[in-house]
Each structure stands twice: as structure tokens, then as C-alpha cells.
């Protein structure tokens, strides 16, 4: 499993972020990749890679093409992170609500 | 800036959750023990349970930046890594009181911060945690609820 700065650092580009979105939609190659987005293919690569060492895809060798797999698992890191201040202050807000109806 | 906003409705006059906010003894009772005093400039701290994976040691260290009562409270929020404020607003409503939290400065040097912050500010199309389960929901056993 990746680290979790690696996934961060992964989906800190919109590039990637982009491409993410596009593997929901299926496995693909990535000459299909680059002219997805108007990118060299070794730029496309650099990417790409950056996410397969995020654990974000997976590649597997077809014909002579390599094709590119979304494995959303490690995003999970990313959802706890995100998650935990705005439910840290919805919790507290609770609280104080709470504590306010009591003192009445 | 990309902040967290959080909006609860108090039953009780904005003066009463002025005190609640301000007074050290109340404030613990609903955040966390700390040695709060209502004076601009004040430094305290706010203590809690260790996160180590986030890097943070349990204690907020925090200064009173602004203060209005009884309308508006603002402190500095040093916990870990990050280094952000915090901004209590109080609106009168009724017979109650609009209490608006904003927590922001998220965007520090930290790109994982930036990250997460640009997002929940509307990077990725606007929806980073829908499009964070959807992703995850695709995972066979691994959905995000």
C-alpha cells in the first residue's frame, strides 16, 4: 500500500485527477489516454506513473499495448482526511447545541 | 479561500452562546479543556487525544485574533501540521441564534492540505467526496458507506 502523501501528491494534479475520472469509465489504453488530453505520450507516462506508484491504477500488458486500470482503494485515505474536520466541527456544534438546551 | 463551513441553530439568545464561547469553563464542556480568555492577543491552547498519523501531538496551540461581542470570534488554529483559523460568527434568528463556523487557511505549505482543501472547495468539479464514494463504490467490497 502506498503511503498516503504519495496519494495526495497523486491527485494534487488536475491532470490526474482527470484521468482517474476517465478510468471510471473503463480500462484504457494509453494512446487513447494522450489524445484524450492533447498530451505527448511520455507525458501521459509521467502521469501514469505517478498514479501506479500511488497505487491509484494498475497496468497490464496487452498485445503490445498497455492498458491502464482504475483501483480507487487507496482514495479512502483521502475521504477519512477530508472528512474528519467537518465532522469534527459538525459534532461540536452538536454539543454545544446540546449543552445550551440543558442550561436552560 | 476554501474553508470548512459549518451552520448550527443554538435555541438561545446570542449573548447566552457568547458565553458558551468564551467562557473557558463552558468551552471545554462542548470543545475541549483549554486555558481560553477572552483577550485579543491572548495565546492558549486546547488539548485533546493525540492523532500521530496526522502528525498531531493533542495540543492546538491558538491565539484570539478578533472580538466582537457579541457577533464574532476569531482565533488562530495550530495543530500538527497545520496552521489555519478559525471564525465563529453569531447571528441573531428568532428566539435563537445562527452560529456560522468557518475553519479555513487550509492552503499552507502542506500540498496534501492544498490538495484536500482546493478539492473540498470545488476542485474536482465541485463534488471531491461524491466523487471520492463514487470511485470507491465502484470497488467491489470496498464502498465508502
Redesign the interface.
Known sequence: MAA??DV??A??S?VR?DI??LL?QGDRPVHDLAASFAMSRPAVSQHLRVLREAGLVTEERVGRERHYR????P??T??D??????QF??H??????????EDG | MAAIEVDQFLPRLPGQVWRALTDPVLLARWLMPNDFQPVPGHQFTFRTEPVPQHGFDGVVHCQVLDLEPPRRLRISWRAGPLDTTVTWRLVAEGTGTRLLITHDGFDGRDPGQQTVMGILGGGWRGHLLGNLRALLDQVPGQGAS
Open positions: 498516503a502523501a495526495f501528491d491527485i494534487a488536475p485527477r482517474l475520472d471510471r482504475l483501483d480507487a482503494r482514495l479512502r483521502v475521504l482526511w477530508a472528512g474528519h474536520y467537518a466541527w459538525q461540536h456544534a452538536r454539543l454545544l447545541s446540546e449543552l445550551l438546551a
